[in-house]
Protein backbone atom coordinates (compact mmCIF):
# COMPACT_ATOMS: atom_id res chain seq x y z
CA UNK A 1 0.00 0.00 0.00
CA UNK A 2 1.03 3.27 -0.70
CA UNK A 3 2.38 6.12 2.01
CA UNK A 4 -0.40 8.65 1.84
CA UNK A 5 0.59 10.64 5.00
CA UNK A 6 3.82 10.85 7.11
CA UNK A 7 3.99 12.80 10.11
CA UNK A 8 7.36 13.31 11.51
CA UNK A 9 8.82 14.78 14.36
CA UNK A 10 5.61 17.06 15.27
CA UNK A 11 5.82 19.34 18.14
CA UNK A 12 3.16 21.36 18.89
CA UNK A 13 2.75 23.89 22.08
CA UNK A 14 0.18 26.15 23.43
CA UNK A 15 1.10 29.65 25.12
CA UNK A 16 -0.93 30.23 28.70
CA UNK A 17 -0.92 32.41 31.13
CA UNK A 18 0.16 29.52 33.33
CA UNK A 19 3.11 28.69 30.82
CA UNK A 20 3.63 26.82 27.36
CA UNK A 21 1.60 23.61 27.34
CA UNK A 22 3.91 21.25 25.51
CA UNK A 23 0.98 19.18 23.94
CA UNK A 24 2.46 17.12 21.05
CA UNK A 25 6.35 16.08 21.58
CA UNK A 26 7.79 14.51 18.97
CA UNK A 27 5.14 12.62 17.10
CA UNK A 28 6.08 10.37 13.94
CA UNK A 29 3.79 8.11 12.60
CA UNK A 30 2.62 6.94 8.77
CA UNK A 31 -0.46 6.24 7.43
CA UNK A 32 -1.39 4.20 4.01
CA UNK A 33 -3.77 4.37 1.44
CA UNK A 34 -7.51 2.13 2.78
CA UNK A 35 -5.72 1.54 6.17
CA UNK A 36 -7.55 2.41 9.04
CA UNK A 37 -4.75 3.60 11.99
CA UNK A 38 -6.60 4.51 15.39
CA UNK A 39 -4.74 6.46 18.05
CA UNK A 40 -5.30 5.70 21.81
CA UNK A 41 -4.57 7.52 24.96
CA UNK A 42 -6.46 8.58 28.26
CA UNK A 43 -7.77 12.29 28.21
CA UNK A 44 -5.02 15.11 27.78
CA UNK A 45 -2.50 12.61 26.04
CA UNK A 46 -2.68 14.72 22.78
CA UNK A 47 -4.86 13.45 20.24
CA UNK A 48 -6.99 15.81 19.31
CA UNK A 49 -4.20 18.46 18.72
CA UNK A 50 -2.00 15.46 16.53
CA UNK A 51 -5.15 15.56 14.34
CA UNK A 52 -5.70 19.44 14.43
CA UNK A 53 -2.09 19.84 13.85
CA UNK A 54 -2.83 17.71 10.50
CA UNK A 55 -5.44 20.13 9.25
CA UNK A 56 -3.43 22.95 10.39
CA UNK A 57 -6.36 23.80 12.77
CA UNK A 58 -3.98 25.09 15.64
CA UNK A 59 -5.77 28.03 17.05
CA UNK A 60 -2.52 30.15 16.69
CA UNK A 61 -2.34 32.61 18.78
CA UNK A 62 -2.01 30.15 21.93
CA UNK A 63 -1.10 27.41 19.38
CA UNK A 64 2.09 26.88 17.52
CA UNK A 65 3.29 24.13 15.27
CA UNK A 66 7.17 24.22 16.76
CA UNK A 67 8.89 21.99 15.08
CA UNK A 68 8.35 18.72 12.49
CA UNK A 69 6.66 18.15 9.02
CA UNK A 70 3.70 16.51 8.14
CA UNK A 71 3.25 15.51 4.66
CA UNK A 72 0.61 14.44 2.26
CA UNK A 73 1.50 12.41 -0.86
CA UNK A 74 4.60 14.37 -1.29
CA UNK A 75 3.24 17.55 -0.23
CA UNK A 76 4.46 19.36 2.83
CA UNK A 77 1.63 20.32 4.24
CA UNK A 78 3.19 22.18 7.23
CA UNK A 79 4.73 24.61 4.63
CA UNK A 80 1.16 25.41 2.64
CA UNK A 81 -0.84 29.14 3.28
CA UNK A 82 -3.88 29.24 4.75
CA UNK A 83 -5.17 29.91 1.13
CA UNK A 84 -3.56 26.80 -0.04
CA UNK A 85 -4.32 24.55 2.92
CA UNK A 86 -8.47 25.55 1.82
CA UNK A 87 -8.15 22.96 -0.91
CA UNK A 88 -6.64 20.26 0.73
CA UNK A 89 -9.06 20.23 3.61
CA UNK A 90 -12.27 19.00 2.57
CA UNK A 91 -10.62 17.74 -0.74
CA UNK A 92 -7.75 15.42 0.13
CA UNK A 93 -8.40 15.01 3.71
CA UNK A 94 -11.41 15.58 5.52
CA UNK A 95 -12.12 15.76 9.85
CA UNK A 96 -14.96 14.96 11.69
CA UNK A 97 -15.20 15.76 15.16
CA UNK A 98 -17.31 14.35 18.18
CA UNK A 99 -20.01 16.91 17.93
CA UNK A 100 -21.74 16.52 14.55
CA UNK A 101 -24.24 19.66 15.62
CA UNK A 102 -21.15 22.08 15.24
CA UNK A 103 -20.25 20.69 11.61
CA UNK A 104 -23.58 21.80 10.52
CA UNK A 105 -25.47 25.38 10.02
CA UNK A 106 -28.57 24.61 11.79
CA UNK A 107 -29.86 27.64 9.18
CA UNK A 108 -29.32 26.04 6.00
CA UNK A 109 -30.87 23.25 4.45
CA UNK A 110 -28.48 19.29 4.67
CA UNK A 111 -29.61 20.12 0.57
CA UNK A 112 -27.69 22.93 0.61
CA UNK A 113 -24.95 22.32 2.96
CA UNK A 114 -23.84 19.26 0.79
CA UNK A 115 -24.46 20.52 -2.51
CA UNK A 116 -22.19 24.10 -1.58
CA UNK A 117 -20.11 21.89 0.32
CA UNK A 118 -19.36 20.27 -3.43
CA UNK A 119 -19.44 22.95 -5.69
CA UNK A 120 -17.28 25.13 -3.57
CA UNK A 121 -14.34 22.53 -4.46
CA UNK A 122 -15.68 20.45 -7.95
CA UNK A 123 -17.06 22.33 -11.30
CA UNK A 124 -20.80 20.47 -10.79
CA UNK A 125 -23.97 21.75 -11.99
CA UNK A 126 -27.05 22.37 -9.56
CA UNK A 127 -28.03 19.28 -10.87
CA UNK A 128 -24.56 17.20 -10.83
CA UNK A 129 -24.20 18.21 -7.12
CA UNK A 130 -27.85 17.37 -6.16
CA UNK A 131 -27.14 13.54 -7.45
CA UNK A 132 -23.73 14.06 -5.57
CA UNK A 133 -25.47 14.62 -2.64
CA UNK A 134 -28.20 12.07 -3.01
CA UNK A 135 -25.52 9.92 -3.71
CA UNK A 136 -23.78 10.35 -0.14
CA UNK A 137 -26.96 10.41 1.95
CA UNK A 138 -27.68 6.88 0.08
CA UNK A 139 -23.93 5.73 0.99
CA UNK A 140 -24.30 6.84 4.73
CA UNK A 141 -27.67 5.12 5.10
CA UNK A 142 -30.31 7.84 4.99
CA UNK A 143 -34.03 6.96 4.26
CA UNK A 144 -35.93 8.69 1.84
CA UNK A 145 -33.09 11.22 0.54
CA UNK A 146 -34.61 13.15 -1.89
CA UNK A 147 -37.07 14.27 1.20
CA UNK A 148 -34.66 14.30 3.40
CA UNK A 149 -32.32 16.83 1.79
CA UNK A 150 -34.88 19.17 2.17
CA UNK A 151 -34.99 19.79 6.29
CA UNK A 152 -32.46 21.07 8.53
CA UNK A 153 -30.36 19.62 10.83
CA UNK A 154 -32.53 19.74 13.91
CA UNK A 155 -34.98 17.59 11.84
CA UNK A 156 -32.50 14.47 12.45
CA UNK A 157 -31.69 12.54 15.30
CA UNK A 158 -28.29 12.15 16.63
CA UNK A 159 -26.95 9.49 14.94
CA UNK A 160 -28.64 10.88 11.63
CA UNK A 161 -26.91 14.17 12.09
CA UNK A 162 -23.38 12.50 12.62
CA UNK A 163 -24.62 10.62 9.35
CA UNK A 164 -24.51 13.60 7.83
CA UNK A 165 -21.41 15.20 8.88
CA UNK A 166 -19.83 11.98 7.41
CA UNK A 167 -21.34 12.60 3.98
CA UNK A 168 -20.01 16.11 4.07
CA UNK A 169 -16.65 14.83 4.52
CA UNK A 170 -16.65 12.37 1.77
CA UNK A 171 -18.79 14.47 -0.77
CA UNK A 172 -15.13 15.43 -2.74
CA UNK A 173 -13.47 11.69 -2.14
CA UNK A 174 -10.92 12.52 -0.03
CA UNK A 175 -8.52 9.88 0.18
CA UNK A 176 -8.19 10.56 4.54
CA UNK A 177 -10.82 10.70 6.82
CA UNK A 178 -9.96 12.33 10.40
CA UNK A 179 -12.56 10.86 12.75
CA UNK A 180 -11.79 12.96 16.36
CA UNK A 181 -14.39 10.51 18.53
CA UNK A 182 -16.73 10.50 16.23
CA UNK A 183 -19.02 8.63 18.18
CA UNK A 184 -18.51 8.96 21.51
CA UNK A 185 -21.73 11.67 21.39
CA UNK A 186 -24.03 9.17 20.80
CA UNK A 187 -25.74 6.06 22.64
CA UNK A 188 -24.28 2.58 22.32
CA UNK A 189 -26.26 1.26 19.51
CA UNK A 190 -25.94 4.34 17.15
CA UNK A 191 -22.39 3.84 17.97
CA UNK A 192 -22.33 0.09 16.70
CA UNK A 193 -23.95 1.52 13.62
CA UNK A 194 -22.05 4.68 12.75
CA UNK A 195 -18.80 2.03 13.25
CA UNK A 196 -20.35 -0.44 11.18
CA UNK A 197 -20.87 2.48 8.64
CA UNK A 198 -17.24 3.21 8.48
CA UNK A 199 -16.70 -0.05 7.48
CA UNK A 200 -18.81 -0.09 4.77
CA UNK A 201 -17.64 3.75 3.31
CA UNK A 202 -13.53 1.88 3.83
CA UNK A 203 -14.65 -0.93 1.49
CA UNK A 204 -16.72 1.77 -1.17
CA UNK A 205 -14.65 4.19 -1.01
CA UNK A 206 -10.66 3.05 0.15
CA UNK A 207 -10.18 6.21 1.89
CA UNK A 208 -7.92 5.57 4.94
CA UNK A 209 -8.97 6.40 8.19
CA UNK A 210 -7.35 8.03 11.16
CA UNK A 211 -9.82 7.25 13.78
CA UNK A 212 -9.05 8.65 17.12
CA UNK A 213 -10.89 7.18 20.77
CA UNK A 214 -10.27 6.36 24.00
CA UNK A 215 -12.48 3.64 23.45
CA UNK A 216 -10.36 0.30 22.96
CA UNK A 217 -13.62 -1.81 21.83
CA UNK A 218 -13.99 0.31 18.94
CA UNK A 219 -10.54 -0.08 17.84
CA UNK A 220 -10.66 -3.76 18.23
CA UNK A 221 -13.39 -3.46 15.78
CA UNK A 222 -12.33 -1.23 12.87
CA UNK A 223 -8.13 -0.64 13.08
CA UNK A 224 -5.48 -2.22 10.83
CA UNK A 225 -2.81 -0.15 13.13
CA UNK A 226 -2.74 1.52 16.66
CA UNK A 227 -0.66 3.99 17.88
CA UNK A 228 -0.81 4.37 21.62
CA UNK A 229 -0.34 8.23 23.08
CA UNK A 230 1.10 8.88 26.43
CA UNK A 231 1.46 12.74 27.44
CA UNK A 232 2.24 13.80 23.45
CA UNK A 233 4.40 10.96 22.58
CA UNK A 234 3.43 8.21 20.65
CA UNK A 235 4.98 4.80 23.21
CA UNK A 236 3.84 2.21 21.15
CA UNK A 237 2.48 1.07 17.61
CA UNK A 238 1.80 -2.12 16.07
CA UNK A 239 -0.85 -3.61 14.22
CA UNK A 240 -4.24 -4.26 16.19
CA UNK A 241 -2.99 -7.84 16.54
CA UNK A 242 0.42 -7.12 17.87
CA UNK A 243 -1.09 -4.15 20.27
CA UNK A 244 -3.47 -6.53 21.70
CA UNK A 245 -2.32 -9.28 21.94
CA UNK A 246 1.79 -8.88 22.28
CA UNK A 247 1.77 -5.26 23.65
CA UNK A 248 5.18 -4.13 25.41
CA UNK A 249 4.86 -0.85 26.68
CA UNK A 250 3.38 -1.39 30.42
CA UNK A 251 1.47 1.88 29.91
CA UNK A 252 -0.42 -0.43 26.94
CA UNK A 253 -0.70 -3.20 28.90
CA UNK A 254 -2.15 -0.87 31.57
CA UNK A 255 -5.04 0.59 29.33
CA UNK A 256 -5.93 -3.02 28.15
CA UNK A 257 -6.13 -4.26 31.67
CA UNK A 258 -8.54 -1.38 32.23
CA UNK A 259 -10.93 -2.03 29.83
CA UNK A 260 -13.59 -5.11 29.64
CA UNK A 261 -12.61 -7.55 26.44
CA UNK A 262 -14.79 -9.77 24.97
CA UNK A 263 -13.59 -12.50 24.80
CA UNK A 264 -12.50 -13.06 28.39
CA UNK A 265 -15.37 -13.50 30.64
CA UNK A 266 -15.05 -12.70 34.78
CA UNK A 267 -11.82 -11.02 34.17
CA UNK A 268 -10.91 -8.51 37.00
CA UNK A 269 -10.21 -4.80 35.46
CA UNK A 270 -7.40 -2.78 36.98
CA UNK A 271 -7.46 1.00 36.73
CA UNK A 272 -3.97 2.52 35.82
CA UNK A 273 -2.87 4.23 39.34
CA UNK A 274 -1.73 7.88 39.29
CA UNK A 275 -2.55 10.57 36.58
CA UNK A 276 -0.26 11.71 33.27
CA UNK A 277 2.50 14.05 33.47
CA UNK A 278 1.98 17.88 34.10
CA UNK A 279 2.61 19.29 30.58
CA UNK A 280 3.71 22.50 31.14
CA UNK A 281 7.10 20.72 32.45
CA UNK A 282 6.69 17.14 31.10
CA UNK A 283 9.62 14.79 32.62
CA UNK A 284 13.10 14.42 30.54
CA UNK A 285 12.58 10.52 30.43
CA UNK A 286 9.85 8.41 30.05
CA UNK A 287 6.54 9.60 30.95
CA UNK A 288 5.59 6.94 32.55
CA UNK A 289 7.89 6.74 35.44
CA UNK A 290 5.81 8.29 38.45
CA UNK A 291 3.22 5.57 37.49
CA UNK A 292 5.24 2.51 36.25
CA UNK A 293 5.60 -0.45 38.31
CA UNK A 294 8.63 -1.46 36.57
CA UNK A 295 10.26 1.74 36.54
CA UNK A 296 14.11 2.50 36.77
CA UNK A 297 16.46 4.86 37.21
CA UNK A 298 17.10 5.74 34.51
CA UNK A 299 13.63 5.88 32.91
CA UNK A 300 13.20 8.88 34.69
CA UNK A 301 16.23 10.73 33.51
CA UNK A 302 16.74 9.62 30.06
CA UNK A 303 13.71 9.40 26.97
CA UNK A 304 13.88 5.22 25.78
CA UNK A 305 14.94 5.03 22.14
CA UNK A 306 12.52 3.51 19.40
CA UNK A 307 12.68 -0.07 19.76
CA UNK A 308 11.64 -2.39 16.15
CA UNK A 309 9.98 -4.89 17.69
CA UNK A 310 8.58 -6.34 13.65
CA UNK A 311 8.54 -4.33 11.23
CA UNK A 312 5.04 -2.39 12.01
CA UNK A 313 5.42 -2.84 16.14
CA UNK A 314 7.64 -0.16 17.81
CA UNK A 315 7.45 0.98 21.26
CA UNK A 316 9.57 3.22 23.53
CA UNK A 317 10.19 1.45 26.94
CA UNK A 318 13.92 0.93 28.70
CA UNK A 319 12.65 -2.73 29.49
CA UNK A 320 12.80 -3.33 25.48
CA UNK A 321 16.47 -1.75 25.01
CA UNK A 322 19.30 -4.15 24.82
CA UNK A 323 21.20 -2.44 27.40
CA UNK A 324 18.09 -3.12 29.78
CA UNK A 325 20.03 -6.03 31.27
CA UNK A 326 22.45 -3.93 32.37
CA UNK A 327 20.27 -1.07 33.81
CA UNK A 328 18.66 -3.32 35.61
CA UNK A 329 21.31 -4.13 37.72
CA UNK A 330 20.92 -0.26 38.37
CA UNK A 331 18.60 0.54 41.64
CA UNK A 332 15.16 -0.22 40.89
CA UNK A 333 13.29 2.80 41.72
CA UNK A 334 10.28 0.90 42.49
N1 LIG B 1 -6.29 25.83 22.92
C1 LIG B 1 -5.54 25.29 23.89
N2 LIG B 1 -4.93 26.05 24.82
C2 LIG B 1 -4.16 25.52 25.79
N3 LIG B 1 -3.93 24.21 25.92
C3 LIG B 1 -4.50 23.39 25.02
C4 LIG B 1 -5.35 23.87 23.96
N4 LIG B 1 -5.77 22.81 23.23
C5 LIG B 1 -5.24 21.71 23.81
N5 LIG B 1 -4.47 22.05 24.87
C6 LIG B 1 -3.74 21.13 25.76
O1 LIG B 1 -3.04 20.20 24.97
C7 LIG B 1 -3.01 18.93 25.61
C8 LIG B 1 -3.51 17.87 24.66
O2 LIG B 1 -4.88 18.08 24.41
P1 LIG B 1 -5.75 17.19 23.41
O3 LIG B 1 -7.03 17.93 23.22
O4 LIG B 1 -4.98 16.89 22.19
O5 LIG B 1 -5.99 15.88 24.24
P2 LIG B 1 -6.79 14.56 23.78
O6 LIG B 1 -5.81 13.44 23.80
O7 LIG B 1 -7.51 14.81 22.51
O8 LIG B 1 -7.80 14.37 25.01
P3 LIG B 1 -9.35 13.92 25.00
O9 LIG B 1 -9.32 12.42 24.97
O10 LIG B 1 -9.85 14.46 26.29
O11 LIG B 1 -10.01 14.52 23.82
C9 LIG B 1 -3.86 19.06 26.88
O12 LIG B 1 -3.00 19.27 27.96
C10 LIG B 1 -4.67 20.30 26.61
O13 LIG B 1 -5.00 20.95 27.81
S1 LIG C 1 10.80 3.31 30.13
FE1 LIG C 1 10.80 2.69 32.27
S2 LIG C 1 9.18 3.92 33.23
FE2 LIG C 1 8.88 4.02 31.04
S3 LIG C 1 7.44 2.42 30.61
FE3 LIG C 1 9.46 1.53 30.30
S4 LIG C 1 10.05 0.63 32.25
FE4 LIG C 1 8.29 1.97 32.64
MG1 LIG D 1 -9.50 14.98 22.03
Given amino acids: MEKLLEVNDLHVTFSTYGGTVKAVRGVDFEIH?????????????????????IMKLIPDPPGKITKGTITFKNKALTSLSEKQMRSVRGVDISMIFQDPMTALNPTLTIGTQLIEGVREHQKLSAGQAKAKALEMLQLVGIPNPIERLKQYPHQFSGGMRQRIVIAMALICEPELLIADEPTTALDVTIQAQILELFEKIQAATKVAIILITHDLGVVAKIADRIAVMYAGKIIEVGSKREIFYQAQHPYTKGLLNSVPRLDVKGEKLKPIDGSPPDLFSPPQGCP????????????????????DK????????????????????????K
Wanted: aromatic share 4%.
Fill in 33 to 53: QGETLAIVGESGCGKSVTANA
Fill in 288 to 307: FTARCPLAMEVCDKVYPNTT
Fill in 310 to 333: SKSHKVNCWMQDKRAQQLLKLTAI
